[in-house]
């Protein structure tokens, strides 16, 4: 199933100059790892503290795609510059679940949100990522299928964002959309599940 996951090393090419500038200056992978959750949180504070003004919601798309931007920054640091660690992975995995319910999770205290929706569509995403790790405990390699993986979130959370921080008007147009969403995480869940059993095998 097709996801932005799969733009990802063209997205890597054009951040290596600033990841290579980074290294030669001592920052670590686990550093921007931990970067990416502070900041992530502070964001999601945020949208919590003003959460009456759609303005707020225009923070979305700005930390998504930073966060994006240190993701990727963060595994090149470890894979190219001699970083990997064992605390790493553990960061790594979980600042990703830390950093997606910090900034969804508020929006379900939103006007226009369905906090049950919400609060079922970040638990979906949770257990996405929980598949794909899962899938190294029977020998498969980590699954980052789609096709709502964490790349593809970020890409629909921050439309989101940006389109109610420029105006567009709640309804009942987003129990559909998190409807939606819902359905296609737990595809995601299937789909990441089937693949790392069909590797193992």
Known sequence: MASIYDVKPQFQALLRPLTNWLARRGVTANQVTSAAA?????????????RDRPAVMLTLPVVLFVRMALNAIDGMLAREHDQKS???????ELGDVISDSALYLPL??????SPPLVVLVVLLAVL???TGVAAIQIGSSRRYE???GKSD??????????????GLEPGPWLDWLFGLLALLL?????NRARHALAEEA
């Not at 502070?38 to 003003?50: E, P, R, T």
């Not at 379900?108 to 949100?113: M, P, R």
């Not at 979130?153 to 420029?166: E, H, I, M």
């Open 38 to 50: 502070v900041m992530s949180i502070a964001a999601g504070m945020l949208v919590y503290v003003w």
């Open 86 to 92: 064992r605390l790493g992975a553990i960061l790594n």
């Open 108 to 113: 379900a205290l939103v006007a226009g949100f």
């Open 128 to 130: 996405t990522e929980m």
């Open 146 to 148: 789609g096709p709502m």
């Open 153 to 166: 979130r970020a890409f629909v959370f921050g439309a989101l964002g940006l389109a109610l921080g420029l």
């Open 186 to 190: 737990a595809w995601t869940i299937v």
